[in-house]
């Protein structure tokens, strides 16, 4: 997966599979990630035209530098969806992004149907990731299950809009409303062993603060990275999921203590200035160093 | 089931079944629904004549216009919760409350108790709801499976106060206490299918302002009613579970731009002020235009 | 279980099994429990060391006063757990603190070389009690089972840095990237019919201020007492995990005005007060009395 090799995607911009001068322009705005979508930003009758620019933009992305390349499907009991997966799957494809996953079931069969589009396409079995939006109560409800049916199941994203509306519910000041289900999609991702799950994009646009101060929530919970629905989004997405230079340097600094401890035989460390280091804690640090490092590296 | 004829009721005013007097006026306090109550109000010795009071009253209101005509049994693993539900059950009677609900299997029993009685009375089979109160560690850790155990089951409800002295807790200002258990009961009343599920009672009296903070938290995380202890707190509760007009027009607009969207075939639309609609997030509008218009006119 | 004869701990001090000094000086800082550590305080060419050291200090312990006395053995996926029962396990000991549990089955394997090292010491089966430390994803995912898998788990302990660790987390200024988690043990312990758990060290030395806030919020939300890493810790920890003569007065007026009701034949009561009090609440108010007068009793 191009999870191992590079670091992984903040952010993941949008664009509607319909139009061909979105579908260009949205490799060019810096995101980590596009997601070229099939579902909601497509009307009825232009998905089969949707399915075949995206097709074309997929595979003709096969080998060249740049951001990753997904396709939003369209939901996993929509008949739609294996024909959504057979016209996306080419080599370049970084990952199809189901919406809606609520049952293990649909999304081992929405996998098997994977499979064979990377048979049919000379593809080698598995490189095609599978991320899930959990954006129900019945998706929070079996998050847990929904992040482990498959090996194939790379990340977690939390549709929050979605889900708000799911359950009657309306965002407060201080997102209390979704914590528990944010939360929730964490645990899951983590307990299986995924990569940190993505927040769902910041709806209101031209908002540069709500956005930060989202997005640095989401981060502080364990969230990885963020969709975006608007180029303008992605600096500060980007901002917020890197670590700073400052932070590098903190982490480099517990890692440091923490291989002295094991080099001196202890499991742990204290550092002069009260901080504690233990593997779990040596191991997130490892991370923030690799992900400053890579950033540096890629923007080198 | 009432609930597909009419507005969910948003108010459950509590009365002690022992009290002639108070099941009385309690009809007249204005609430959606009213509970008449066999478990804590009704005194060890009193509680054959409060059965008969109960059943007397329940019968009586059959056909009658007015509130939703509940009966709160003893809890299912009372020797006395069985004649309780063959007192309450009669035509008139909307549903039966069923306190410290924790054990799937017992909620089954009680809901053929049910239909048992709904029999014996000769109502349709299924006419008399069952909701559930939430109010332990227990009860939470098995929400999902109680809300789904049976299909007589129609809400639930959150017990704050029994369920924070069960697990040793007290509420501080934000409500953080009791935001996980909360939050699992919208979940798992969702993911079921149920009505939006109801609040435990605000137990201060002559506090309108902690009410009307409280019964927002609720209705913000997905709460849809809340019960009342005294008649003065029915007016702030159907201030906060009744959508403004204003909410109602914001609604309307939503809902005529999702329309409109899927006219010209989108599965999804931006509004000129950036919201944002799809389907989910116009089924919720939709309810508050339905939840609005039904006030008005059973007020009219 | 010692739990049944005296007021559950506090506090729990940690020292590092193989500083034969510290482990002499612990038992004089205070603590209701000591956890004597073989896991990440001790190095690796030190473990055969303290284990041996350990083991001298639980069997001195025997039947004298003082704190009751724990060992935190190493995860249960080492290959040196089994020694470490084998060498903490001796007439003294209350309890063996494992660490990172995850996985029922592995909970259920130290219970059983737990017994076997009982039976060689000539103790009651069951005597030693096994407490838990949820620290991970995976072991809040599990949480309700770890809780209920085997009869002598005793309490459960929430590690609040390692959890955010292995989620990637941070804590922000309120404590809400670990709400969930915090309150998934609550519940987990509750619903199992646990103590109330413990919270995991406030990492910070010299923050009275800090740890006061910390150790507050987790006795609201459940908690029933905390570690700690260094003697300063434990009076503010008892500070806030007993209850003050004032609370023990109001839990003695709940609990007069619940017996006058019951002796009435009534289920519930309201104070003049406006407090509402039934049984949950009446007997939370009864824990409280109890552990008043105890710990008056024990501080005579």
Known sequence: MSSEARAPARSYLFAPGGSEKLLERVFAAGSDAVVLDLEDAVPEGEKDLARRLVAERVAGRAGLRGPEVHVRVNAPDSPRVQEDIAAAVHPGLGAIRLPKAEEPALVQAVSRWI?????????????????????????VARAR?????????????????????????????????????RSEVVIAARAAGLLAPLAGAHARLRDPEGLRRTAQAARRLGFGGMSAIHPEQVPVIHEVFTPTAAEAERAQELLRAYEEAIAAGFGAARLPDGRFVDRPIAERARRTVLLFAREQEERA
Request: glycine letters at 12%; charged letters at 25%.
């Open 115 to 139: 499979a064979q589009a990377e048979e049919r396409r000379g593809l080698a079995a598995g490189s095609v990731r599978l991320d899930l939006t959990i954006e129900t109560a019945r998706g």
């Open 145 to 181: 299950e929904l992040a482990a049916c498959d090996p194939r199941v790379g990340r977690l994203v939390f549709g929050q809009a979605d889900f708000l509306a799911d359950v009657g519910a309306e965002a407060g000041p201080e997102g209390l409303e979704t914590l528990y289900a």
